[in-house]
């Protein structure tokens, strides 16, 4: 999954869904070269943000030293022209940013460190075409700016780079099995393209004679003088790093915030270093106040800038807020909440006076949220970050600050203050304030709520900010979403109309990149994965019983035929997932084509889970083994036998050459998938060796249980407590239900009540099936179905409310770090409809016979909690939380 970072840029090219950056909205401010005729005997190629220029007659090569160009918006079009006009006349392939929007976006503080800055990237067919273009480069562009490439080497004082690299995408495995760009070495072999932020060079390739006085050049940047050693790097990003430091004369600690010329470009192109001298400013102005660091001075060290300023010990107050959030550790009764509420009130209390005394000084904050704000060990509070902070008339520097906790832009600087204030405490109490990114009056319905809940009396926390007085349409829409949970019982008709209504709405046919909206992982994918692309929502709609357009299925098979089907063997995140899925949807010929065009060019992973690795491919094979007829396909059936004997060693503790234990514990990240593999092989084959390898698995899995506060048993992944089904306790207990359905297993079926309780849980923080509230709220029914319209689960369902926004129509679902919406099924719509198309069981308009369970025959039975009959006869132990239930592990796995 994308990280945060990455995340935000599928935020910038549409504002309710998550969106390639290839669709951004530029036309207005496309380069001249992108828009007029090629040059003649050239053609002009499109691929994402790019626009590429290639002769029509040359033979690219495959790899080679590339050249690399930078800029600053204000010189692109000449730097553009001179580098094109250069290129054309060697005959040389380049490529090149097709608009200054792309520019600000490429250069922005989102993109990966190691190439953020390249403008133009040029690729010469051999080493003497590349010095000859090289040169010519650095003396036409010598004196002009551009971003530093962190991975190459600058050539001159022109911002001209270069690195050895692959000049087209071929893929291998890395060393941790992850499927990588590649190089081919001498001897033929594919090897990874290592791409980091240091200037390195293949081991067989020899750097030219002439740019070895560029590489002394680079070695010698470098000043003895500046009296800081860094002790930790806290945090980095394209602008540039954070860094904990001490000063080698007194022992101060200090931190350095680092800023790169050109580098980090925000909304109206100032770069980090603005921002630096922006924060010096401020801090020098604010100095002597307790709530913010002391200022100590600003450094150039070579040609990045550094602040130095007091290192504030303590926690940010999102790691605060993670650490004590009651609703999550146990606290029921107002009483049990009164501590807590007490912090959040004398943190707000603090932070009050801190912006007042800013205020006082004649500046506004403009980026308060809890990453920006520390919480010392003796409770407290200083602000940090002040690149926002301008005078409090300033209306040019734009706002800035997290989703949700942010003003309108215009919005003056004490009241956009005041809102963040406001909003920072609602994040304490709900920490769910990016919806209110996405629907403003969302942070009404948090509000009552918290109100509520938390027993808070009249006049607590700050006043309610005036932006949110008006907003009758958003209001409107809220009303709409509570009414379908305000009732006796929850609108499971009207939830399923909206969902479906919202997946039709957002269906695209017409593009090739996907067909739903899902999360930023479909684009890797094609568009076709059951996680985040067209193969899970389609699959949903399947299983719910709900039309399935022929157009939409037409595109996923059109598109899993056309994916590359290298590094795509994954059930979730490859093609086998779509094949069976057109298998369900009556297209078996196409899914079979599918199949063995993934299983010929596939590699094995390393990895032995459900979700990419070699459990979930196994498993497959099995269920296209059942299709087609009432004998399953041997071929197919041994090839999983001959997965499960080496994940048999596997668990047993041996080394498996290629094949590695995942790291953590859950149904798609763990061994659990693994387990239920051999557990439906064992169905099909009676070997006992089976059985014994699935039990050693779920062993494995238990292991990384702890019990919680409350009670509830969670997968312990470091700092984090999970129970979700992607990874997590719920995933781990729905198959030892499996298992203890079939087989007497004591330790098992203990830990199945304990799981069952947390997935009932009354705080979720995302609504989706896989890391998110639809799928525990599930897990919850399938694993005791005596409160599966009980209090708990209704409860947990109820609070839906909280993320489902109205669209006339449709009901949208903000997918996951819920910064835009999705159709998907691992994060959104298509998640929500599976799981509470099961919990409604069948209520919701649907045909209740999809869920029935035990339709493919075989072994599918014994695999859904004991619906074969007999399995309460040959383990008196089973738990009767299976009994008689639709299974939602068939719905999870494709069964």
Request: charged share 20%; aromatic share 6%; hydrophobic share 45%.
């Amino acid at each position: 999954m994308p990280g945060i970072q990455e995340t935000q840029l599928y935020c910038l090219a549409d504002r309710t869904y998550f969106d390639t950056p290839a669709r951004l909205p530029d036309e207005e401010s496309r380069y001249r070269l992108d828009t007029d005729p090629p040059p003649p005997g050239w053609r002009r190629e499109a691929v994402g943000l790019w626009t590429s220029l290639v002769p029509e007659h040359a033979e690219p090569a495959e790899q080679g030293w590339k050249i690399h160009v930078s800029t600053v918006p204000g010189e692109a079009e000449a730097t553009l022209r001179d580098t094109a006009r250069i290129c054309v006349r060697h005959g040389v392939p380049f490529k090149f940013l097709r608009s200054e929007k792309a520019l600000l976006l490429v250069a922005g503080k989102y993109m990966n460190r190691s190439g953020a800055g390249k403008f133009v990237a040029a690729y010469p067919p051999d080493e003497t075409v590349f010095l000859a273009l090289a040169d010519e480069l650095s003396r036409t562009l010598a004196g002009r700016s551009g971003p530093y490439i962190l991975s190459d080497l600058r050539i001159g004082d022109a911002p001209v780079y270069t690195r050895y690299g692959a000049y087209v995408p071929r893929w291998c495995a890395d060393a941790e099995g992850r499927q990588v760009l590649a190089l081919r070495d001498p001897s033929g072999t594919l090897v990874p393209d290592e791409r980091g932020v240091v200037f390195r060079v293949p081991s067989w390739v020899e750097v030219p004679e002439a740019l070895r006085p560029h590489l002394a050049a680079r070695a010698a940047a470098r000043d003895d003088t500046f009296p800081y050693t860094v002790t930790e790097a806290l945090q980095f990003s394209s602008a540039g790093g954070i860094y904990l430091a001490q000063d080698r004369g007194t022992g101060r600690r200090v931190v350095l915030r680092e800023a790169r010329p050109h580098c980090g470009l925000d909304a109206t192109g100032d770069d980090a270093v603005t921002r630096l001298h922006r924060e010096h400013r401020a801090l020098t102005a604010l100095a002597g106040l307790d709530c913010v660091p002391e200022v100590y001075g600003v450094r150039t060290v070579w040609e990045h800038h550094f602040l130095i300023e007091e290192h504030i010990e303590g926690n940010t107050l999102l790691e605060e807020i993670v650490a004590r959030f009651a609703l999550v550790r146990g606290a029921d009764s107002a009483d049990e909440l009164a501590p807590y509420v007490a912090w959040t009130e004398s943190v707000t209390r603090q932070l009050s006076r801190a912006l007042e005394a800013i205020h006082a000084r004649g500046l506004r904050f403009g980026d308060l949220h809890p990453s920006n704000i520390i919480v010392r060990p003796d409770g407290r509070i200083a602000l940090v970050d002040f690149e926002y902070a301008t005078a409090l008339d300033d209306v040019t520097t734009p706002l800035a600050g997290a989703q949700g906790l942010q003003a309108p832009q215009g919005t003056p600087g004490a009241e956009a203050d005041a809102y963040a204030l406001w909003a920072t405490w609602l994040a304490m109490l709900m920490p769910v304030m990016e919806m209110a990114g996405l629907e403003r009056a969302k942070a009404l319905t948090l509000e009552s709520w918290a109100r509520q809940r938390y027993a808070l009396p009249p006049g607590a926390g700050p006043a309610r900010p005036g932006l949110l007085h008006g907003l009758e349409a958003s209001r409107r829409r809220e009303a709409e979403v509570a009414a379908l949970f305000d009732g006796p019982e929850v609108d499971w008709a009207s939830l399923r109309t909206g969902l479906l209504a919202g997946i039709h709405a957002g269906a695209t046919p017409g593009r090739a990149d996907r067909l739903f909206p899902g999360g930023p992982g479909l684009f890797a994918t094609g568009g076709t994965d059951l996680v985040n692309g067209a193969a899970g929502v389609l699959y949903a709609l399947h299983r719910a019983g709900a039309p399935v357009p022929g157009e939409w299925t037409d595109w996923l098979a059109a598109a899993a035929l056309r994916r590359d089907p290298a590094g795509a063997a994954g059930l979730y995140d490859g093609l086998p997932g779509a094949a069976l899925v057109l298998c369900l949807l009556g297209r078996t010929g196409q899914g079979r084509e599918v199949w063995e065009r993934a299983m010929s060019a596939a590699p094995a992973t390393a990895s032995a889970d459900l979700f990419t690795g070699r459990a979930g491919t196994a498993l497959a094979a099995l269920r296209m083994a059942r299709l087609g007829g009432t004998v399953p396909d041997p071929a197919l059936i041994e090839s999983a036998l001959g997965t499960a004997r080496d994940l048999d060693r596997l668990v047993r503790g041996e080394q498996v050459d290629g094949l590695r234990l995942p790291e953590s514990a859950g149904l798609l990240r763990g061994l659990s998938g693994a387990a239920l593999m051999l557990l439906e092989l064992h169905a099909l084959t009676g070997e006992e060796w089976l059985r014994r390898a699935a039990r050693t698995a779920l062993a494995r899995e238990a292991g990384h249980l702890v019990t919680m506060d409350d009670g509830s048993l969670q997968v312990k992944d470091g700092r984090r407590h999970l129970l979700y089904l992607d990874q997590g306790s719920s995933g781990i207990a729905l198959v030892a239900q499996a298992y203890t359905a079939r087989y007497a297993d004591e330790e098992l079926s203990a830990l199945i009540p304990g799981v069952a309780e947390g997935c009932a849980m009354e705080f979720v923080r995302e609504p989706g099936l896989f890391t998110g509230r639809a799928g525990l709220a599930a897990a919850a029914g399938q694993l005791d179905p005596v409160t599966r319209t009980g209090p708990g689960v209704l409860t947990s369902v109820r609070n839906l409310a909280w993320h489902l926004v109205a669209d006339e129509d449709r009901l949208l679902v903000p997918g996951a770090t819920l910064r835009r919406f999705s159709a998907d099924l691992g994060t959104g719509a298509a998640g929500l409809l599976l799981a509470l198309h099961f919990l409604s069981e069948g209520r919701d308009g649907g045909a209740a016979h999809v869920l029935s369970g035990g339709r493919a025959g075989g072994a599918a039975h014994v695999l859904s909690g004991g619906r074969d009959g007999g399995a309460a006869e040959r383990n008196p132990h089973a738990q009767q939380a299976g009994e008689g239930l639709p299974g939602l592990l068939d719905l999870l796995t494709l069964g």
